[in-house]
């Protein structure tokens, strides 16, 4: 399908080399004079849908943007495909990987097409005109996230699910072999959630690295290859969602007293909050 | 729709045709435009009315085009870094700081010179801007959307009532001031155009270079940075820019507000567009305008003149109040 030789033509995502590759090293991260990553040390693979899950302050969104560049390690740090952050160029990293963050401003005057096609920003350059490859990867972005028959409608003018997905789809334009989203769920109708969390299954799936920070639980255990539970800037633990979503973990984690079900169609677990331990 | 949003930049660019041939034409001595053409044309055509055209209505269209296309472009660019849909420079000091520094330049012989009228209103605005800025600063997170607006009206007042002060101290001295102070054309002469043309066309050219980014930077800093770009130095490349559009319009034209309001805003009504589009338009239309304002201002009601600033003025307060009663 995709036959071409240069590098726009093959989404980054389908490469399979070591380039989806994020390792971070022993990272600190000061915020206003406050610690709020201690000495963090983790791999994110590709081919994986990683979640970052924790209570309010616990570091994540923080973890989340000083991988996108968005804050400065204080100590330690980051590399993307063994190459670290502070040696990649604005584009070059772009190229490498998308970020949508928590709540990025509605340009005006856009149509569905012309927001998606903001994604391939970082492919084309001052006196590089539009392409079939930019062309392609729209056309792709647009069909997984189903709005191809809004391309021609006003942003403004769609719903919040509706417009979530053409903010994914902007992302997903930019085809990098690393998609990195903050808390992409929030405020939405709980289909248009599972929509959103299907969509980036799939882009694991297919090779991506797909890191999300997350606040719901239950919709993290149903997606994630991976969970990272995180508590006042440390990672208490890591592992699938069978593995980490225990009783124990919970309580040490978000304060809750909870029973683990196991979804009898899935086979990964449910948590039914049954009160607060404090 | 398609051929619709094909068509407004030739319409506008028609407009902007039109409006030179009108300023041309137009004025104290009305012409035919054949006879406006010989004097643009005929190299050795000594006549009063070649003369006419080629030293004083050529010179004054030109620059009008140029500070039309540049306050108008300003205030694009300065509503997209702000994302204050009410932010031109004339409501962030930049109009009045330049005004004053031209003023204060004229008290110092050696600075009195043309060369010197677009040096001084770049650092004048540039002041006024660095005010407004530290006002806001100073006033920390607590005063909201409204500070920057509410910093920039009492930043100008300042300056206008010092500027009108030192006008006032020696009013001979000032008297071919004060018709500039109030944002006119008239009197503007080659060697002033001259010097000040390319500092407007740099303006321009570096506003072209930030407008295919302007609609990424609107997005916010961490999704503009997500898409490879580095806020901070577009944000200051846009910021540059208004400067140096509003220091060379100033320099030609006098402190002439609402342009970069009005034409905007008014594009937006012609149908939804990205930033970019709308930069570029707005430097057309904005052309267009001035030019034609000034044409106004000159034959309204002749002989004597009105200042384009006034027009602009009387044109821009009632748009702009009937654009405020359309979005309520």
């Not at chain 1, 006003?154 to 979530?164: C, F, N, Y």
């Not at chain 1, 980036?200 to 991506?208: D, E, F, H, V």
Request: net charge positive.
């Amino acid at each position: 399908m995709h036959s071409g030789t240069s590098a726009a033509s093959n989404p980054g995502y389908e490469t399979g080399s070591g380039a989806g590759l994020i390792a971070v090293r022993s990272l600190s991260v000061l915020r206003g004079g406050r610690q709020v990553l201690h000495d963090l040390t983790l791999e994110i693979r590709p081919a994986a849908l990683t979640v970052l899950i924790g209570p309010n302050g616990c570091g994540k969104s923080t973890l989340l943007k000083t991988i996108a560049r968005l804050l400065p390690p204080s100590s330690g740090g980051v590399s993307i495909g063994g190459r670290p952050l502070d040696r990649l160029g604005g584009r070059e990293a772009a190229r490498a990987m998308a970020l949508l963050p928590q709540s990025p401003v509605l340009p005006e005057g856009l149509r569905v097409r012309d927001l998606i096609a903001l994604g391939r920003h970082p492919w084309r350059g001052l006196l590089r005109s539009w392409s079939p490859e930019d062309d392609a990867a729209i056309a792709r972005a647009m069909a997984e996230t189903g709005v191809t028959t809004l391309a021609d409608r006003p942003v403004e003018a769609l719903s919040g699910g509706q417009r979530q997905r053409c903010w994914i789809a902007m992302v997903l334009a930019q085809e990098t072999g690393i998609l990195m989203l903050d808390e992409p769920t929030t405020w939405l109708d709980l289909s248009v959630q599972m929509e959103i969390m299907a969509i980036l299954a799939r882009r694991a799936k297919a090779g991506a690295t797909v890191l999300v920070v997350l606040h719901e639980l239950n919709l993290a255990a149903a997606f994630a290859d991976r969970m990272v539970m995180m508590k006042d800037g440390r990672i208490l633990a890591d592992g699938p969602p069978d593995a980490v979503m225990t009783a124990e973990t919970l309580a040490a984690i978000f304060g809750l007293s909870a029973d683990i079900l196991q979804d009898p169609l899935t086979g990964r677990p449910v948590c039914l909050p049954r009160g607060t331990r404090v | 729709m398609t051929t619709g949003r094909a068509r407004l930049p030739l319409l506008l660019a028609a407009a902007l045709i039109a409006a030179l041939a009108l300023h041309l034409t137009f004025g104290a001595v009305s012409m035919p435009l054949s006879q406006v053409w010989q004097g643009l044309s005929g190299g050795d055509d000594l006549s009063f009315e070649a003369a006419v055209v080629r030293e004083l209505r050529l010179p004054r269209a030109i620059a009008a085009a140029l500070a039309g296309a540049g306050l108008a472009a300003a205030g694009v660019l300065m509503q997209a870094v702000t994302r204050n849909p009410l932010a031109e420079p004339g409501l962030f000091g930049l109009l009045a700081g330049a005004a004053l520094a031209v003023l204060l330049g004229r008290t110092i012989p050696a600075l009195a010179s043309p060369d010197w009228l677009a040096p001084l209103a770049a650092l004048g605005s540039l002041a006024g801007a660095g005010l407004v800025w530290a006002l806001v600063r100073a006033a920390g997170d607590g005063g909201g959307l409204l500070l920057p607006a509410l910093a920039g009206s009492a930043v100008t007042a300042f300056l206008v009532a010092l500027t009108t002060l030192i006008s006032l101290m020696d009013a001979r001295a000032f008297e071919d001031m004060r018709i500039w102070l109030s944002g006119s054309l008239a009197g503007l002469r080659l060697p002033v155009l001259a010097w000040i043309a390319p500092w407007a066309l740099a303006g321009l050219a570096l506003a072209a270079l930030v407008g295919p980014r302007l609609t990424i930077l609107t997005m916010g800093d961490e999704a503009a940075t997500g898409l490879g770009l580095n806020p901070g130095r577009l944000r200051a490349m846009a910021l540059a820019s208004v400067v140096v559009m509003t220091a060379a319009a100033v320099a030609m034209a006098g402190p002439l507000g609402f342009v970069g309001l009005t034409v905007p805003h008014l594009l937006r009504l012609t149908g939804p567009m990205d930033q970019s589009r709308l930069l570029r338009l707005s430097m057309l239309a904005g052309a267009a305008y001035l030019v034609l304002a000034d044409t106004l201002a000159r034959v309204l009601i002749a002989p004597v003149e009105v200042s384009a600033g006034i027009l602009t003025a009387l044109i821009g307060a009632p748009v702009l109040v009937a654009l405020v009663r359309m979005r309520a």
